[in-house]
């Protein structure tokens, strides 16, 4: 039988693999179960959605925001290359609160595996990582399909 780690006082083992570890500045451990990138990667077939400024598909620009992000560009990836591109609108965008939980609904009613902005805030991250649902960051106004692309060689170089 596999020992279990310890570390910071938790008991990992049984988690193993299927968790990770985010430690805090104060001695704190978080478990994340999220889908890690690697995960995303293995997948022959997937999806990732792009936080963007309008309807412009590839050519759009990165939003520089998550959840007020003006339209999100759906970019479907199967073997490597992009199958399909789709612009969906976000049903957010002009709530002053709470915008972020009803982003992320959206990406699981969408099925989307990967999200691509800037930053995420705690709310959304949170719940995101709770969906499985694998983050990166791409610089704002970046061209789609550049964030897209610099996306698939992280995941390639993880």
Same mark, same amino acid.
Do not use: W
């Given at each position: 039988?596999?020992?279990?780690?310890?570390?910071?006082?938790?008991?990992?083992?049984?988690?193993?693999?299927?968790?990770?570890?985010?430690?805090?500045?104060?001695?704190?451990?978080?478990?994340?179960?999220?889908?890690?990138?690697?995960?995303v990667?293995?997948?022959?077939?997937?999806?990732?959605?792009?936080?963007?400024? /309008?309807?412009?598909? !590839?050519?759009d620009?990165?939003?520089q925001?998550?959840?007020? $992000?003006?339209?999100? @560009?759906? *970019?479907?990836?199967?073997?490597?290359?992009?199958?399909?591109?789709?612009?969906?609108?976000?049903?957010?965008?002009t709530?002053?609160?709470?915008?972020?939980?009803?982003?992320?609904?959206?990406?699981v009613?969408?099925?989307?595996?990967?999200?691509?902005?800037?930053?995420?805030?705690? /709310?959304a991250?949170? !719940?995101?990582?709770?969906?499985?649902?694998?983050?990166?960051? $791409?610089?704002?106004? @970046?061209? *789609?399909?550049?964030?897209?692309?610099?996306?698939?060689?992280?995941?390639?170089?993880?």
């Amino acid at each position: 039988m596999k020992s279990a780690r310890v570390i910071h006082g938790l008991e990992i083992g049984a988690l193993e693999g299927r968790c990770r570890l985010d430690p805090f500045f104060d001695g704190r451990v978080r478990v994340s179960y999220g889908l890690h990138r690697r995960d995303v990667l293995r997948m022959k077939k997937f999806r990732i959605a792009v936080a963007t400024n /309008g309807k412009g598909g !590839l050519e759009d620009a990165v939003s520089q925001v998550f959840g007020r $992000a003006t339209t999100f @560009t759906l *970019v479907d990836i199967e073997n490597g290359e992009i199958q399909k591109v789709k612009v969906i609108d976000n049903p957010a965008v002009t709530y002053e609160h709470g915008a972020g939980p009803i982003v992320v609904k959206k990406m699981v009613d969408s099925k989307v595996n990967m999200v691509i902005a800037p930053e995420f805030g705690p /709310g959304a991250s949170t !719940l995101l990582e709770h969906h499985r649902i694998a983050m990166t960051s $791409a610089k704002s106004c @970046t061209r *789609v399909n550049n964030a897209v692309e610099e996306a698939l060689k992280k995941l390639k170089s993880k």
